[in-house]
């Protein structure tokens, strides 16, 4: 894995469309700290797994992508879509702002910024 934190989390990003959440925690620190706007935070590389787990387990679709990126030593922030699908739904494109923080090499701290109420009427479309 590389050290580079534009291309750390830009790989991170393209591993979504996996959904293998075990492919993620490559990527993460083991004491991350994962909040997703509106929701309680998510403490350790197990946890943030587990979560995306039971959402690779909803969701039909997960197609994730970046739209701009900008990185200043070792914080990123990456606008990106969300690309996500329930069983029998539309592909719905969620924009989201993501803050990642790094530490020896992996992210450490990852917060995601979106409007979830918009968010729910899109996948309902």
Do not use: C
């Not at 580079?4 to 469309?17: P, Q």
């Not at 909040?35 to 946890?47: C, K, L, M, S, W």
């Amino acid at each position: 894995m590389t050290t580079d934190n534009d291309t750390l989390v830009r790989e991170f990003t393209s591993a979504f469309n996996t959904k293998d959440a075990a492919k993620l925690g490559a990527f993460l620190h083991p004491d991350v700290v994962f909040q997703n706007y509106g929701d309680a935070e998510v403490h350790g590389r197990d946890a943030v797994v587990q979560v995306w787990t039971g959402v690779f387990k909803t969701f039909a679709q997960v197609e994730f992508s970046t739209v701009n990126q900008a990185v200043n030593g070792d914080v990123v922030l990456a606008e990106q879509v969300h690309g996500l699908a329930l069983p029998g739904g539309k592909l719905a494109p969620i924009m989201n702002l993501a803050v990642y923080e790094i530490k020896d090499g992996k992210i450490a701290a990852w917060r995601d910024y979106g409007n979830p109420q918009y968010a729910l009427q899109l996948l309902q479309a």
